[in-house]
């Protein structure tokens, strides 16, 4: 089945700093990838839709120049969380799809963030 | 017996019983349906799809039934085993960026 990486799976950082999430999808090309966040004992939710080479949709809510989503390829989106603060402190997950005739999603291991 | 915590709403089943896990649905426009299992620190891990054109759908120990009159899902496991034990979500395509709504989530523990 198709395989989508993520990484790191956990970060530590000190508030302040930014830190980088990368979503590849290994084995297709993914025309939209989705961000979502998910808090403890909570669901998924949508952060933003990045398709490869224009700009992410964001959900309401979510402040676009905080996370800076890029889907440079189709195969890589990358998520930047900048000036992390505790409260963005959460699991972050990505996942891809090949094309929208395709509706199955796959996702990434997610990405446990705290920040100190 | 199931329990509604602070957000997450708990089954707790005997292994080897069969569980079934509830779903309700929100948008009436959403024609396909999946089941996730997500365990602890890991992404969402696909379990069994259905079609709004079908009401049941098999798999593996695992059976999905689609009520579209009520906007109601199910999920039964059949002879759970305490590898089961996760937590399942429900999800729907009705986003309009054609995303994936998930629905709030059953932790489902198994005793041994």
């Known amino acids: 089945g198709a395989v989508v990486s993520q990484h790191p799976s956990r970060v530590i950082c000190k508030s302040g700093t930014s830190v980088k999430i990368e979503c590849r999808s290994l084995?297709?090309?993914?025309?939209?990838m989705f961000w979502y966040r998910q808090f403890p004992k909570q669901s998924l939710m949508l952060m933003a839709t990045?398709?490869?080479?224009?700009?992410?949709?964001?959900e309401q809510g979510v402040e676009k120049d905080k996370f800076l989503i890029n889907h440079a390829s189709l195969t890589l989106s990358t998520l930047t969380v900048t000036s992390a603060h505790p409260e963005d402190s959460s699991f972050y997950i990505c996942?891809?799809?090949?094309?929208?005739?395709?509706?199955?999603?796959?996702f990434g291991s997610g990405t446990q963030l705290s920040v100190l | 017996g199931e329990s509604v915590g602070l957000h997450l709403p708990t089954l707790s089943v005997q292994e080897g019983d069969n569980s079934i896990i509830n779903c309700a649905y929100s948008n009436s426009a959403s024609d396909y349906f999946i089941w996730y299992k997500q365990e602890s620190g890991k992404g969402p891990q696909f379990i069994i799809d259905i079609r709004s054109n079908m009401d049941k759908r098999q798999g593996q120990r695992v059976t999905v039934l689609l009520n579209k009159t009520v906007k109601h899902l199910s999920l039964q496991i059949a002879a759970t085993q305490p590898g089961d034990s996760a937590v399942y979500f429900c999800a729907e395509n009705g986003g309009s960026q054609g995303n994936l709504i998930f629905g709030k989530g059953t932790k489902l523990s198994v005793k041994p």
């Open positions: 084995d297709f090309q993914a025309t939209t």
């Open positions: 990045s398709n490869e080479g224009s700009k992410a949709t964001y």
């Open positions: 996942s891809a799809r090949a094309n929208s005739a395709n509706e199955k999603l796959f």
